[in-house]
């Protein structure tokens, strides 16, 4: 049982028509390992600057989350800002501050190489090469990516598809991806460029999951006022990757589950800005949703 | 056990960016007939012209529904044409010729006064009492509405609402009567307004239903390739009333069933132009379908 998580850990910049929040925690690497934290013992490989709270470490180690992999060096900590609209799917980045985080190249720690999940969240995939090599034999790799690494390294993200066992697109990133804008056949499409699963978001309307020969749909849990999505698709991750690494398996059933774990994972996260919601959650509470989610869908 | 639907029968031009068709049977009452019949006799009240198909006619009676309501006048049958770009959840309408339905005045036959449910698909809200008055005593009072009457009937469709237990409706209806972005939030507004159900149709998304103490949410069937989208909703709505007036009762999980019936029937109105699939559809079709969605949601 090991997940090893490379990403950001980073401030966020939120704002949103009910309110604004300057510099708060954040991060790809935070989300997925806080949401994953519920079944395992994640461990991180980032890498913030000097200004990053303290606190906020103690609060992530006594989680559960492994910090060894995350580097804290001279300089600032990666800050993103961002917008939402009424609908909070629609944001505009306003502001991206790299910092630390423009030349990190992640070394792993020796004690996560023997990882059996590797997670890539939005890394750079001319990258992904390096970081792999320095894991033993992963029995699952799982990536995400971002719009900009579709357009501006589309060879080298198409190539690292084809090594990978698990991809988290949103809608908008398959349909960029495939050119398909059927979501069923981007999904169909995905798989045909390499993973065995692919992990489609969809934002409010749930998400689908495919594989060789299987389609599940998990819904979104209906939240009447999303206060900040930021996160959402991390914690998707942190939550079907974390529960993976703890069901020990990729038979079907352990999928789907995983799946609605990701949902519920996410469901949690947008309630609040940033990380807040996580800090006061306990396993009860994940459990309490993922058995609604039963009478959600069930019939 | 009886179902009288009032709505249109009609013809449809559809474009599409993969094919055109002229002229084909379509029409609210056609769809949502046709769905219905795989569960209960339906009735439907409605007007065509005298250059309406006999053979589609006797096509829809060979299923069971029942056309005693169907007044044929003479004059040109109801025509709309419209196109839909790549995306088929975007539809633009070219070309709407009332026809026979301008100045079209229900009539209820009197073997169907005493209907246990009665549905007004797309019935100016204003013409809603003139209906309604002719039925002795209906259990359940559905009916959807579309754009127009949302923005030019506003007070009258509000007022209907009041005394309507089941509505459908899809994501822009909702958001444009109760002003809520928020699917789940205007699912709620909805309840408020009157209804005990609402049926919020999501397209490739699904369905969500709300009732007084539950949410309940259904999958669209996973399509790679819609070849067309008209008459989806129309069928969902058959398929939900008519299994619920199969089924007999409004126990939630009655009412669940019935929504996954309502997305397997929309599953196959999308596969072929107008209600060509439904022509070649039989009972044990749509119940292999309705086991599909087991496999594609429960975990």
Known sequence: MSLVIVGSVAFDTIRTPWGDRERIVGGSGTYCSLAASYFTRPRVVGVVGRDFPRKTLAQLKARGVDLEGLKIKAGKTFHWEGRYEEDPNRRTTLRTDLNVFADFRPEVPARYRNARIV????????????VLGQFKKPALVAMDTIRLWIESKRAALLRELGRTDIFFAN????RLITGETNLVAAGQALLRLGPALI?????????????????FGVLAHPCEHVIDPTGAGDSFAGGFLGYLDKAGGLAPKEVRRAAVYGSVLASFAIEDFGIGRFLTLDRGLVEARFRQFRRLTHF
């Open 199 to 215: 992990l489609l978001k969809k934002g409010e309307h749930g998400a689908l999951v495919f594989g060789r020969d299987f389609v």
């Open 119 to 130: 997670y890539l969240a939005n890394l750079n995939p001319e990258h992904h090469g390096f």
């Open 171 to 174: 809608d908008e990133e398959a």
